[in-house]
């Protein structure tokens, strides 16, 4: 596939020169536009190696499609993040994909950052690119005096990674990790309408803003945190709430620990479309959250059904990889290397050790 390659500076001269000419007629009204925003972005073609043994014992590989309509992106404008929440099968080429990208109606040119230097290229949809590291897309507003950037990034499971959650019960005696922390905790505040937080165990508390009616808070929801990139933290509460008939209650923040007061708490709605929100659990119960080391989040109810999040609590899923030893979990924690743990029964029950 023959790549052309442009340098911004001569599209952005091209845009102006336009403009210029389209100024010089007496009927001409030309409208400038601030907008630079990514509208879409999706996979248009990803090739699959697989490897397969034939009868006589010869391994042999071949080249197949991958369903890419399975594989939608998000694109969050707040992080200026865009991204797949289903990770790609890990016998994907990812040296070589092509994507489509659409800027916002009133947005300019769409170029890309070579991922070996600062140097820029118009984006082209026919283009195959290499996508086996994050990589910056830039959107150019129609002036080209200004401009958003995002990255980029398609996960795809490790060979190594099991197609299913595999587990083994630990030695008597053995005891559960300590929780990973990233120095923040929450609580809800005096009357139970709001939420408070401290970065120093108490010692200075920080009451906390709402984007929401206070009525769409958990009544004994769940906090997790973690760490999400130079110096932001993301904060994430789920729990039963009265408004919600089917799905749990779902807030998220995200904290600039420099300012932590600059952002409120913002609740996540469940729209009409969404089919995967976190089932309401009985009265009084709640998830175990476990922020997990591909950035996702897992939520583990008392009965070892598990769900996961890729979209950091937007949408929920389960299946038959994500499987439980056991149907009564006392207390559950993810470390930092990828193991989960699960307390079986009581405060001195059996420990269980799993990897997915």
């Known amino acids: ?10 599209l952005l001269a091209f845009a102006i020169a336009v403009t210029s000419c389209l100024g010089n007629s007496e009927d001409a009204e030309v409208t400038v536009y601030d ?4 509208g879409t972005f999706s996979l248009s073609a990803v090739n699959r190696y697989i490897h397969t043994t034939g009868k006589s014992g010869n391994d042999s590989v071949y080249t197949t499609k991958l369903t890419v309509a399975n594989y939608p992106f998000t694109i969050d404008q707040y992080q200026r993040k865009i991204y797949n929440t289903d990770s790609l099968p890990a016998d994907c080429d990812m040296k070589h994909i092509l994507v489509s990208a659409t800027a916002t109606s009133y947005s300019g040119i769409i170029a890309i950052k070579s991922p ?6 118009y984006f082209n949809s026919g283009d195959s690119l290499d996508f086996s ?3 910056v897309f830039r959107v150019y507003n129609n002036t080209g005096a200004k401009y958003r ?17 595999t587990w083994k019960q630990m030695p ?18 005096a009357a139970g309408d709001g939420i408070v937080a401290s970065f120093d165990n108490g010692a200075e508390v920080i009451e906390e803003t709402l984007d929401e009616d206070s009525r769409l808070l958990p009544k004994n929801g769940t906090f997790t945190s973690w760490d999400l990139y130079n110096g932001f933290t993301y ?19 995200v904290i600039d620990n420099d300012k932590p007061t600059s952002s409120s708490w913002v609740y996540i709605p469940i729209e009409a479309n969404n089919i995967y929100g976190l089932p309401k659990l009985q009265e009084n119960s709640n998830y175990f959250l476990l922020p997990y080391i591909d950035g996702s989040v897992f939520a583990i109810d008392g009965n070892g059904n598990i769900y996961q999040s890729r979209d950091q609590g937007i949408t929920w899923k389960t ?12 207390a559950a924690v993810a470390d930092d290397e990828g193991g989960i743990w699960l307390m079986e029964g009581t405060e001195t029950g059996t420990i269980w050790y799993g990897i997915y």
Not at 35 to 38: N, P
Not at 149 to 165: A, E, F, G, L
Not at 319 to 330: D, G, N, Q
């Open 116 to 121: 070996t230097s600062d140097s820029l290229a």
């Open 235 to 253: 904060a994430l509460l789920v729990g039963n709430c009265d408004a919600q008939d089917k799905y749990m209650s779902v807030w998220r923040k």
């Open 149 to 165: 950037d995002y990255q980029v990034q398609i996960n795809v499971k490790s060979p190594s990674q099991s197609s299913k959650m």
């Open 35 to 38: 907008d630079t925003a990514m």
């Open 319 to 330: 299946s038959s990889a994500l499987t439980s030893p056991i149907s009564s979990v006392k």
């Open 172 to 189: 008597e005696g053995t005891a559960m990790p300590v929780t990973p922390t990233t120095g923040w905790s929450f609580t809800y505040n």
């Open 1 to 10: 596939m023959k790549k052309k390659l442009y340098t911004i500076t001569v």
């Open 133 to 135: 590291t994050p990589r």
